[in-house]
């Protein structure tokens, strides 16, 4: 089984889709209880110099300049929290990094790290530390935006890049506070781009995440991926961890830039962030699929689940049915609607729904579906709605 660990240090559409082949995602929690004052570390991985022969566009600077030019622009965040329990309240803490927005003192960082905190302290790069007041949250995509008051400490906020403009092969620096090592950077590559990963059952994948290399470990939570000019390309939010244990397999994950500049507005003001739900679950139909359950289609969403109640169970969207020998898992559940298009839109497989839902519409929008059942093509529409907490 397949385990992820937030990269921090502390850890408080469509419904589902498998964000991993044959395995099932899970997280688990992780609590760093050192003395920071006793290790303040700066390292870096590899050569000083990075390579340009991956990079298209802009001159790529050499991993020290980039690390003398961001670290005033990256904090590390402590925090604490309280939970009731039958036996009275637990408290807890630990530390993420965040990344200076701008001059008003808002710092973006993880939901995870700052989203259930009762106290933020925010260190910076010169040992200054400041109490700071949560703003935003959108769990949905792991974001969260702090801020503290500009009066109390000189702020340099980072340059924000454009991660569409990344390639496979590319350089990527993260800059963080793994096992609150203050000011620790880091050097790999962009691994793969275009991740999709539900961080529990039932939860709202969060897509067009960044692969990386470049060694993540708790406490980085947060903190800016950063391409060869030193531009924020990336939060860097979670890694692969089979063990369970804390240590760092070379395949960490950060949310896109672009996908907390699309929503920067709603982060900084504090407005509530909306995402629509159509209430299913489904798999990418295949031409072997189609020819498994005899499906007159070999592209398209195919609809294994819908929740009771929801926007595709108000439409009428049918599920698959799954007999006793289909539950065992010996064929997949046959009888299940096949979306092909949206609004006029070709759908190739399930995420493809999900991803033109979550950027082009609205809880509250409708979406017209052209729908395959039982061999023939008909048109549903369905209302979306906020996703469910």
């Not at 082949?21 to 003395?35: M, P, Q, R, T, W």
């Not at 991660?163 to 620790?184: I, K, N, W």
Request: glycine fraction near 12%; charge should be negative.
């Amino acid at each position: 089984m397949k385990v992820w660990k937030y990269a921090a240090a502390f850890v408080g559409g469509v419904l589902v889709t498998a964000a991993v082949a044959g395995g099932v995602i899970a997280l688990n929690e992780s609590s760093d209880n050192g003395n920071n004052s006793a290790v303040s570390a700066t390292e870096t991985a590899g050569s000083d110099t990075v390579s340009q022969a991956a990079q298209t566009d802009g001159e790529c600077m050499t991993a020290a300049d980039i690390y003398e030019e961001v670290r005033p622009s990256v904090v590390q965040i402590g925090v604490s929290s309280s939970t009731d329990t039958p036996f009275g309240q637990q408290e807890s803490s630990g530390t993420g990094s965040g990344i200076v927005l701008d001059d008003e003192g808002h710092i973006l960082t993880n939901n995870h790290v700052a989203g259930a905190a009762n106290t933020i302290d925010v260190r910076f790069s010169d040992g200054d530390v400041v109490t700071a007041t949560l703003v935003s949250t959108d769990p949905a995509n792991d974001l969260a935006v702090i801020k503290v008051d500009p009066a109390d400490h000189d702020l340099s906020p980072a340059t924000l890049g454009d991660s569409s403009e990344l390639r496979v092969g590319d350089l990527v620096l993260a800059l963080g506070s793994p096992f609150q090592l203050e000011g620790t950077l880091t050097q790999g590559i962009v691994s793969a781009l275009d991740r999709t990963y539900a961080t529990g059952n039932g939860t709202r994948p969060i897509r067009n995440m960044i692969q990386t290399d470049a060694p993540i470990n708790p406490g980085n939570s947060g903190g800016p991926l950063l391409n060869c000019q030193g531009e924020v390309v990336g939060i860097n939010t979670l890694l692969e961890n089979p063990t369970g244990d804390a240590v760092n397999v070379g395949i960490a994950f950060a949310v896109s830039v672009n996908t907390a500049t699309s929503e920067m507005d709603e982060l900084l003001s504090g407005d509530p962030i909306s995402h629509p739900w159509l209430g299913i679950a489904g798999a990418d139909v295949t031409p072997s699929l189609a020819d498994e359950l005899d499906l007159t289609v070999d592209e398209g969403a195919y609809i294994t689940l819908v929740t009771n109640g929801g926007p595709a169970d108000d439409a009428g969207l049918v599920p698959a049915a799954a007999s006793d020998s289909q539950l065992a898992g010996d064929v997949p559940p046959s009888g299940g609607d096949v979306i092909i298009e949206v609004d006029g839109e070709a759908v190739s497989g399930i995420d493809e729904l999900a991803t033109y839902l979550a950027e082009q519409k609205s809880a509250g929008d409708a979406v017209e579906l052209t729908v395959i059942r039982d061999g023939e093509e008909i048109t549903i529409t369905a209302t979306l709605a906020e996703w469910p907490d």
